[in-house]
T-cell receptor, first 114, second 111 residues
């Protein structure tokens, strides 16, 4: 089984709808992250959480919210989806151990907002 | 403006050729990482470098961290079709546990 799972894998929705993307991990890591990936822009950080009681905004948090329900679960919500939120969304986990901060990514959710 | 600039954006070469991907910044990083991403999957870590001037080798891949810890390069020797993918560099600034990613280099190795 994958260590980091994301649901759904693909979602098509309409402008104005509320959408929730879910992430679960079995790695036992405290740190979890949500990124979006757009062609030519790489990965940009939306929100991150260093433990269950800690939530922090990333560089592009406007229009998004998150919930850290448990160590293993971190959800991303789009309260009112708009077309420029069409992107590939990745959840990642890390456990600052050893050199650097290795991040382990889920398989991604492709979101299309019409 | 991205903190890390990668070049080139796209690279297409024949099997057996060598290639180099660059990752540059005006900022100093405490560590720098390279990830590879294949279609339909999330990025996977290849290497982490932490010391200025450090060189790490992973089979046919050679990674170098600049002396001033502002830049890095990835060199692939005798590329194979299995090396095809999106290569991303990512850096952590001092006293910051978050990673900043470059835009990526799409590498295509033709058989």
């Amino acid at each position: 089984d994958a260590d980091v799972t994301q649901t759904p894998r693909n979602r098509i929705t309409k402008t104005g709808k509320r959408i929730m993307l879910e992430c679960s991990q079995t790695k036992g890591h405290d740190r979890m992250y949500w990124y979006r990936q757009d062609p030519g822009l790489g990965l940009r950080l939306i929100y991150y959480s260093f433990d269950v009681k800690d939530i922090n905004k990333g560089e592009i948090s406007d229009g998004y919210s998150v919930s850290r329900q448990a160590q293993a679960k971190f959800s991303l919500s789009l309260e009112s989806a708009i077309p420029n939120q069409t992107a590939l969304y990745f959840c990642a986990t890390s456990d600052l151990a050893g050199e650097g901060d290795t991040q382990y990514f889920g398989p991604g959710t492709r979101l299309t907002v019409l | 403006t991205q903190l890390l600039e990668q070049s080139p954006q796209f690279l297409s070469i024949q099997e057996g050729e060598n290639l180099t991907v660059y990752c540059n910044s005006s900022s100093v990083f405490s560590s720098l990482q390279w990830y590879r991403q294949e279609p339909g999957e999330g990025p996977v870590l290849l290497v982490t470098v932490v010391t200025g001037g450090e060189v790490k080798k992973l089979k046919r891949l050679t990674f170098q961290f600049g002396d001033a810890r502002k830049d890095s390069s990835l060199h692939i020797t005798a590329a194979q079709p299995g090396d095809t993918g999106l290569y991303l560099c990512a850096g952590a600034l001092s006293n910051d546990y978050k990673l900043s990613f470059g835009a990526g280099t799409t590498v295509t190795v033709r058989a």
